[in-house]
C-alpha cells in the first residue's frame, strides 16, 4: 500500500488531485486516507478548506468518468481480461455488474462509499450501458457528498487529537511541576542530613 502522506505533504493539491484520481480509478491507493490526512492538514492549517474539497471533488469524479470511459469503449471483455491488473477478479466484477444492474444509477451512487466497489462502479456502468448523463449525475451527487465527509473526519480527527495532546502537555508540566519539588525537597533533606551528621560528629570529637 502506497504511503502518501509524504507526497501530499511535498507536492500539496496536485499530490491529493492525483493520487485521489488513481484511487478512483482501481490502482491501490488509499483514497479515503488521503482525503482524511488532507481534512488533518486543514485544521493543522496547511491547506484551504476550499480548495480541498474543489481538488477533491474534481478528482472523484475524473477518476469515475475515467473508468466509466474504459468500461464504455471496451466493454466486460476487456474488464474481464485486464482487469486482474488493478485487482478487479471476475467474481468481484460480476458481484459489482449485478450490484449495478439491479440498483442502475443509485446502485453508483451507493457504490461511492463502499470500499472495493467505489472504483469498480465507473467501469460497469459503462460496460452495461448505463447512459453517461445518469451515471455523470449520480457520481457527481456522491462526490459532493462523499469527499465532504472524508475531509471534515480527517478535520475533527486533527481536532481532537490536538486538543488531546494539549492535555498530555498539560500533564507533563505538572508532572515537571511535581519533580521540580520533589527534587528540592530530596536536595534540603539530603543536606539537612549531611549537616546534622556533621555536627554529631564533631560533637563526638569534642567530647572526647
Known sequence: MLDAAPLIVHWGYWAVFGLVILGNIGFPVPEEGILVFAGYLVWAGKFRLFH???????AAVIGDNLGYWFGRHYGQAA???FGHKIFITETRFDKARQFVDRYGSYGVFVARFIPGLRFMA???AGS???PFLRFFSVNFLGGLIYVPLSVGAGYFLGKSL?????????MIGKVEYLALILLVF????????RALSSRKAEEGRSES
Not at 480541498?52 to 474534481?58: K, N, P, T
Open 128 to 130: 452495461t450501458g448505463l
Open 186 to 193: 530530596a536536595a534540603v533533606v539530603i543536606i539537612s542530613w
Open 122 to 124: 465507473g467501469p460497469v
Open 162 to 170: 490536538g486538543a488531546a495532546l494539549r492535555q498530555i502537555e498539560g
Open 79 to 81: 474488464i474481464r481480461r
Open 52 to 58: 480541498v474539497l474543489v481538488v477533491g471533488v474534481a
